[in-house]
């Protein structure tokens, strides 16, 4: 990784270890940060289903139906995919500061011959479950058992059902945005402002989904020097 090669061109320990506390910190706001924006984003597609079943539904404490209230269903369907797009932004925020503060994590490992894995847990919040219901418990170097047949099928099923899990959750989402904006359509004249409110949520959806998969697709980089090298060449 280019961030462990410019540390170890760096070569000041002290300053490693300043950097790794501050990368810590950041990662840890990252991962509140995280949390905070999906737990608006289960609210607001609770909210937005509860408005979208087309029962009438009065507010605790207001004595104020939910149907009674003025374009209700356009400001949720907004609420829904600004906070989708935000979740979406902030989980990758979360990736990026915590795949660079695992860097730390490898550097220290190494030196010492551990499981990066079972340092970083003392130090981030994460999720042992994936670790230990994986097929290996060190992935990173000779393990200390070989898990039997059984335990390997449940590991895979349970990596399938988590994936599937994970997954479905986007589409479940979209499903309830799309039966949403159905009623509004059924339900309202649809208008100029209508049309381009229904694209921002279109365009919303797919920035948030860009943002998703971007981390994951395998991109060619070039080496600034030996392109060039090669250009004189």
């Known amino acids: 990784m280019a961030f ?138 000779p393990d200390w058992y070989a898990a039997g047949k059984g335990f390997k099928v449940t590991a895979k099923l349970y990596d399938i059902c988590n994936n599937l899990f994970f997954l479905m959750l986007p589409v479940l989402h979209c499903m309830l945005l799309v039966h949403a904006i159905m009623r509004v359509i059924s339900t309202a004249e649809v208008g100029v402002t209508h049309i381009v409110f229904f694209a921002w949520v279109v365009l919303t959806h797919l920035l948030a989904v860009f943002v998703w998969v971007i981390p994951h697709v395998v991109f060619t980089f070039i080496l600034e020097g030996e392109s060039k090298k090669n250009a004189k060449a």
């Open 4 to 141: 462990d090669a410019e540390l170890t061109l760096m070569a000041d320990p002290v300053k490693e270890a300043e950097l790794a506390d501050k990368y810590l910190a950041r990662a840890q706001e990252a991962s509140a940060r995280r949390d905070s924006t999906l737990k608006a984003l289960v609210v607001l597609n609770t909210f937005l289903a509860i408005a979208s079943s087309g029962k009438s539904v009065n507010i605790p404490g207001v004595g104020i139906s939910m149907s009674d209230i003025p374009a209700l269903m356009e400001v949720l369907i907004g609420l829904v995919s600004a906070a989708f797009y935000l979740s979406a932004h902030s989980f990758t925020t979360w990736l990026c500061y915590s795949q660079i503060h695992y860097v730390f994590i490898e550097r220290v490992a190494r030196k010492k011959e551990l499981d990066p894995d079972l340092y970083s847990f003392a130090e981030t919040s994460s999720e042992p479950t994936l670790k230990m219901l994986g097929p290996e418990l060190n992935i990173w170097g």
